[in-house]
């Protein structure tokens, strides 16, 4: 169900780019993408957002103010289409031993807000002559404030966390 809201809102959001330059843009989830290793030809949009996570163990829920989203997209100007690659990272519960990652549950405002800066994204990336620096790297943040259990975080233990913007 959260992943058909994520289409909804993506449909809505790439809605003024289909009609513009008659692209048709897909969104897909792919766990096995990750940050700074976009395919060649890729660009690469990251994000921290507000999430809820439940443990599916224990029932314990929790929150993250920065859960990171790595965004894939590429546009094939042959075929029309235009396709982003989604990754959630996941975290797991801090009490219960062998917890299983959990994925993060988003509130539809955080979705739309996540989504229109990928939007915003993607019409520099791919319509607007001046494209800038397509080699730029996720920033590194500070750690937000609040507590973020880096042992229980899989952006984390990959390396790559870092508190996305
Ligand atoms: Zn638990
Ligand atoms: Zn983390």
Redesign the pocket.
């Known amino acids: 169900m959260s992943r058909q809201e994520w289409q909804n809102i993506f449909s809505a959001k790439t809605k003024g780019l289909v009609e513009k330059h008659g692209h048709n843009w897909i969104l897909e989830f792919d766990d096995t993408i990750e940050a700074d290793k976009q395919a060649r030809f890729w660009y690469q949009y990251t994000r921290g957002a507000f999430a809820r996570f439940r443990c599916s163990k224990c029932n314990k829920d929790w929150t993250s103010k920065k859960v990171l989203v790595v965004f894939h997209f590429q546009l094939n100007k042959s075929t029309r289409k235009g396709t982003v690659k989604a990754h959630h990272f996941r975290q797991e519960c801090k009490t219960c031993e062998d917890a299983e990652m959990e994925k993060p549950k988003f509130a539809p405002d955080n979705i739309k807000a996540l989504l229109e800066k990928l939007v915003e994204r993607i019409d520099v990336r791919c319509y607007t002559k001046n494209r800038g620096n397509s080699s730029v790297r996720l920033r590194y943040f500070r750690k937000s404030d609040g507590p973020?259990e880096?042992a229980h975080?899989e952006?984390?233990q990959k390396g790559f966390?870092g508190q996305a913007e």
């Open positions: 973020h880096a975080c952006a984390c966390c």
